[in-house]
């Protein structure tokens, strides 16, 4: 029986083994993970933060048997001619396919006094990479704490965003110009910054940082931002020491093909520790698309149809609505052939930049815009076309269509009866004058009962005209009640 | 005969108007009543009602199919003869289970018991299913799996009115019930839709999701709950179970990356669970758009989770239920003719449901069959090896209410005999060997169940005209001929009820406590209401399920582990877009009654397709113009509207027209493995103009 061996249990392994089990892989799996508690879903870490919710809710759910979960077990090597793994308990386990998902892990700010990666909350340094973490911050910190984030990127932002919605009086500095640089152009990254602000963060950037002493963070401006706990974001680096000391091709990230295979086809890499060939290495969204490539890989020697998940940058929380479609460059350039679509509207925190190519989406920056995102996201991927109207759409405004020789004269008031107002009016002049004598004669208002108004206000302007003459006109405010 | 009256109820949908009919020989004419559930409301359908009793093609006469092809009158004994004969002749030769029964949710209770009864017993068959299944069978199935029992409102309809939140997922009662409205008048809605419906439009918060993918927006839904902290762990801790299960799956599901899927901002995703969690009274509600999937039981268990998570279902003021379409759609699931059940909405495969309806019917519990299968694999199997060879139809019109309607069509053209009772010609009729014409309504005596689990009188004001015969003299006709004795099978509504009520007696729909007296005068009896014990008072049925406990063994209610995959049908190069269907305020069902009032045939004549005008103009259709939609199935020819409300990706077909224009040429015939409901919702489809030319 062919056994598979997944080095780190991270949201990616897990939904590969998650999807081998719903196929029914007939081999053994087996999971050997240094850390002690179960995986967790990263996408709840700023709910623990912000919402206090329970730790243990962010987990990922357990495997069922046969798959064996080793805990608190670190690999120590690969012998890939034996096709071994060690761990440092000293026991072996043989492989015929393995899987590394070694994560990544942060990179320490350049800052004195920070020390490495293992820098303890005794002395502020609250890295918040699991739902513990970010739970004993909840727990440990008084509601009005300061706590300053390091790190204007995606991460750094929605960590930001996060805490300052828990309460805390938050702190975002950055060193490069603009928030997200990678991401959004400056326009659209002093939204952002507005936003956050809106929300209560105080924002630096173009700031370094140079000591963190007790309650402070001093900056180079030599401004002191008072600071109870420092989370860095500053960055993480793919885990790839074991697969380079076991002699696999290491870039940045473990190098994979489309097949999510390293330069030994035995073994595959997936998540955040892999540096695939395209696709979209950093997202959940990216990870899990891995995992069911990895999965149909092993389960029948091909990669499945799933599309990459497209370059979509989507950060989460509550009132960050912020999204960044495609490859950024496309918006900066000139090319004869793109269409460019800006709106830039500071005062109402909104931003959008679109690319099109013969109506298509090429690439998106949109900031503010629920709605747009949401029906641009989609537009994106599907390969629909974008509305002729594009501020309509990026607004959000329903197009109006008004079809030629639609426009009735005589409008339906009761739409459950099919009532017309000329029906409702000859009704009036053959004797029924008020709304029940209305109802009766025409069935009006009989229905779901909304049009009562309506009737009530026509009764009321047939009765003034003494002669009961019929008011005409679109000028006579009965129409505008009806409309 | 004198001009007189009755109280009694509209033929339509499940919320059974009250109305008073009043006629003899002349014109019938109706006028609503101050019902609770109406108040004095009325619909056009149900104001229009009548004149189907007097629609110049009713059927009056048995007919026959003759050598030349065509119907043709003939006496009832011919025609009962004539059907026992080859009945007989079937199960001799392949079995009982060559004979498939089709029944209907319009159907009154004491029909549909009969109709179970006939099937298990005179026919000795396992193969009966109505068309419930095609309509709400999803709701029932995640009902029960969550809450042990399955009455559409766990409530009355007049508890809504206090409400000050109520989501409605897939349901457009502003069209297809009116009357509802007004009890949800005093609420917020949060209308899960993918198009602007009417009901849409009355919403605070509507959520336009892309056809096929509510069950992720339900996951979204139950995430946002509980990240944010609205859910309530101690109702969750005391009153249900499984909560940890169907969390691990929702945990994958949040509000962006269901945003991606669905096309629902995130940003409203969350303003729905605040508006609902930050409601004392909130209500969650599924329709046939939630309920109308291949995943539709998943689908509402996924709402039912987010309100078991937000401790709505078992709360005086606040709940979950499920708005019931047809007539008799609740009592119709209740009395035996679904394919797995017995009456009192028991389990066919529970041995002691088993013998206690075996008792009823002084019959040994082993000659019952066991569980059929649901409607669209009864239809398909006609004809095949293992198949029905003959099928009775009674009060459904399958021809066009099932999905992918050419194949239906072809399905039953295989059938050594097809049988349809009904009072008008249908799509189904004329394809029937024999058409066995019944009454309607107004000319019958019986019991509906209403969407609340009110059980109501259906009075007659008229006598049946022409030849017609009460369904149950129907059966009655051909279980004698099939050697049944003359007294199982009654045929007065009363005494049917009673043995009902009977074979109810200890089952979940428990009608033993009510009989025609107490409901004719006037008491509001909802099930269960079981029969008094000795000497003891009567019981005053239930008009709220839940408030001590739900009614699984343990008193607690159920979250079901649920997951989105996906509709069946993904679209593409050829069938870019998804179409998906529905109902509109003039018709009623496959529109066999309704399109034969004048007013309401004029008012909708024929089939449309919605769409947005940048998909016409992309497309080459003008408004107005006749269109050609096609699915991997068929195609249907539909008048386009432009609408520019409509999601870019999404057509709109109604499903009330026969012929070329008949929704279901498109529809996707996969089911819901759970449920058995086909995939109405959602069918890649493109779309293209006709050319007409004028003659």
């Known amino acids: 029986m062919s056994r598979l061996v997944i080095i780190g249990d991270c949201p990616a392994s897990h939904r590969l083994v998650e999807r081998l089990l719903e196929q029914g892989y007939p081999g053994s799996i087996t999971v050997l993970d240094a850390r002690e508690h179960a995986p967790h879903n990263p996408v709840l870490l700023p709910a623990v933060l912000s919402a206090g919710l329970e730790p243990e809710l962010a987990a990922l759910p357990t495997h069922p048997e046969p798959v064996r979960v080793h805990r608190g077990t670190r690999v120590t090597g690969i012998d890939r001619q034996r096709r071994v793994v060690r761990t440092e308990h000293g026991r072996v386990h043989g492989y015929d396919t393995l899987v590394l998902a070694t994560g990544t892990s942060p990179v320490a700010p350049d800052l004195p006094g920070i020390g490495d990666t293992t820098g303890s909350a005794t002395r502020g340094i609250r890295w918040l990479r699991d739902p513990f973490e970010c739970h004993r911050l909840h727990r440990e910190l008084a509601s009005d704490a300061t706590v300053t984030v390091l790190g204007g990127g995606p991460s750094g932002v929605e960590t930001a965003h996060a805490l300052a919605l828990g309460g805390y009086e938050v702190s975002l500095v950055h060193r490069g110009q603009h928030l997200m640089r990678s991401w959004v152009d400056r326009a659209a990254a002093a939204v952002v910054a507005s936003t956050l602000r809106d929300n209560g963060v105080n924002v630096f950037t173009g700031e370094a940082v140079t000591e963190l002493l007790p309650g402070k963070l001093v900056l180079a401006s030599g401004q002191a931002i008072s600071t109870d706990a420092l989370v860095p974001r500053t960055g993480t680096r793919p885990e790839t020491a074991l697969a380079s000391e076991a002699g696999l091709r290491v870039s940045r990230g473990i190098v994979v093909d489309a097949e999510l295979r390293s330069s030994d086809p035995r073994v595959h890499a997936l998540g955040s520790c892999a540096e695939p060939t395209g696709g979209d290495a950093n997202s959940l969204d990216g990870h899990w698309e891995q995992a069911e490539n990895l999965a149909g890989v092993l389960l029948t020697g091909r990669a499945g149809s799933h599309r990459g998940g497209g370059d979509l940058l989507r950060t989460r929380g509550a009132g960050l609505e912020l999204a960044c479609i495609g490859d950024p460059e496309l918006l900066t350039g000139e090319a004869r052939w793109v269409e460019h679509v800006t709106i830039n509207d500071p005062k109402r925190r909104r931003y959008a930049r679109l690319a099109l190519r013969e109506d298509r989406v090429l690439a998106a920056t949109l900031v503010g815009l629920p709605e747009a995102i949401a029906k641009l996201s989609q537009l994106y991927e599907a390969g629909m076309p974008v509305p002729p109207d594009r501020l309509a759409t990026l607004l959000g405004s329903p197009t109006r269509f008004e079809a030629a020789g639609r426009t009735t004269p005589d409008p339906v008031l009761c739409h459950c009866n099919n009532v017309s107002r000329s029906a409702l009016t000859a009704a009036f002049q053959d004797g029924a004058r008020d709304v029940p004598a209305l109802a009766a004669a025409t069935r009006a208002t009989t229905g779901c009962g909304s049009c009562v108004g309506a009737v009530r206000e026509l009764c009321g302007a047939l009765a003034a005209s003494s002669s009961g003459h019929v008011p005409t006109g679109t000028d006579s405010p009965t129409q505008e009640g009806a409309a | ?695």
């Open chain 2, 1 to 695: 005969m004198a001009e007189h009256h009755v109280a009694t109820h509209c033929p339509y949908c499940a919320l059974q108007c009250g109305t008073e009919l009043t006629g003899g020989t002349g014109a019938v004419s109706v006028s609503p009543s101050w019902f609770p559930v109406n108040r004095g409301g009325l619909c056009r359908k149900g104001w229009t009602a009548p004149e189907v009793l007097g629609s110049p093609d009713r059927l009056y006469e048995p007919l026959l199919r003759n050598e030349y092809g065509g119907l043709a009158a003939t006496d009832w004994d011919d025609a009962l003869d004539r059907v026992a004969t080859k009945l007989r002749e079937l199960v001799s030769e392949h079995g009982p289970d060559a004979v498939g029964v089709f029944g209907g949710g319009g159907l009154t209770n004491e029909k549909a018991y009969s109709l179970g009864k006939f099937a298990r017993l005179a026919l000795g068959t396992s193969r009966i299913d109505y068309n419930g299944r095609f309509c709400m069978a999803a709701a029932a199935t995640a009902g029960n799996a969550a809450f042990g029992v399955d009455r559409g409102l766990p409530f009355p309809v007049t508890d809504l009115d206090d409400a000050e939140v109520i989501l409605l997922a897939g349901g457009n009662p502003a069209e297809t019930m009116p009357p509802l409205m007004q009890h949800l008048e005093g609420a917020e809605l949060v209308v899960i839709d993918p198009r602007r419906s009417a009901t849409a439009e009355r919403a605070k918060l509507h959520l336009r999701p892309r056809p096929g993918t509510d069950l992720a927006l339900a996951l979204g839904l139950l995430h946002i709950a509980v990240s944010e902290g609205w859910h309530d762990p101690e109702y969750t801790a005391r009153r249900t179970t499984g909560f940890e299960q169907a969390w691990a799956r929702a945990v994958s599901w949040w509000p962006e990356r269901v945003e991606r899927v669905t096309g629902v901002p995130a940003s409203a995703q969350r303003q729905a669970v605040r508006m609902l969690a930050g409601a004392r009274r909130a209500y969650v509600l599924t329709g046939r758009g939630a309920e109308q999937h291949g995943d539709g039981a998943d689908t509402v268990a996924g709402f039912i989770n987010l309100a078991l998570a937000l401790g709505l279902p078992g709360v005086t003021g606040s709940g979950y239920g499920c708005l019931t379409g047809q007539g008799n759609g609740q009592g119709g699931r209740e009395h035996g003719q679904k394919a797995d059940q017995l009456p009192g909405y028991r389990s066919i495969t529970d041995p002691g449901a088993r013998a206690h309806v075996a008792g009823v019917w002084g019959v040994a519990e082993k000659s019952l069959p066991g569980p059929g299968i649901p409607a669209t694999r009864l239809l398909e199997s006609a004809g095949t090896a293992g198949g029905i060879r003959a099928l009775l139809v009674f009060g459904a019109n399958p021809v066009l209410s099932a999905p992918h309607t050419g194949l239906a069509r072809a399905q039953l053209s295989r059938l050594d005999l097809l049988v349809v009772a009904d009072f008008l010609p249908s799509e189904t009729t004329r394809m029937a060997d024999v058409v066995l014409p019944v009454t309607q309504w107004a000319e019958e005596e019986g019991t509906m169940t209403n969407l609340e689990g009110r059980v109501l009188r259906r009075r007659a004001l008229l006598p049946p005209p022409g030849r017609a015969r009460s369904d149950l003299e129907v059966l009655r006709g051909l279980a004698t001929r099939l050697g049944q004795p003359e007294a199982s099978f009654p045929t007065r509504a009363s005494t049917v009820f009673d043995e009902l009520a009977r074979a109810s007696a200890g089952g979940p729909a428990d009608y033993s406590g009510i009989d025609y007296e107490r409901l004719d005068s006037g008491e509001p009896l909802h099930w269960p209401c079981p029969a008094a014990p000795e000497r003891g008072s009567q019981h005053p049925g239930t008009p709220r399920l839940f408030l001590d406990s739900f009614a699984h063994p343990d008193g607690r209610a159920r979250f079901t582990a649920v997951d989105w995959h996906g509709p069946a049908e993904s679209t593409g190069h050829e069938y870019p877009l998804v179409a998906t269907t529905g109902r509109i305020s003039g018709h009623y069902q496959t529109g066999e009654q309704t399109r034969r009032v004048e007013e309401l045939s004029e008012a909708e004549p024929e089939s449309f397709v919605r769409l947005h005008p940048d998909t016409a103009a992309r497309s080459g259709v003008r408004d107005g113009q006749l269109a050609r939609v096609s699915s991997a199935r068929g195609t249907a020819l539909a008048r386009a509207r432009l609408d520019g409300s409509m999601r870019q990706d999404t057509l709109f077909l109604p499903i009330h027209y026969p012929g070329t224009g008949c929704a279901n040429l498109l529809t996707n015939p996969v089911l819901d493995p759970r449920s058995g409901i086909p995939e109405f919702k959602v069918a890649a489809v493109s779309i293209s103009g006709v050319e007409e030319v004028n003659t």
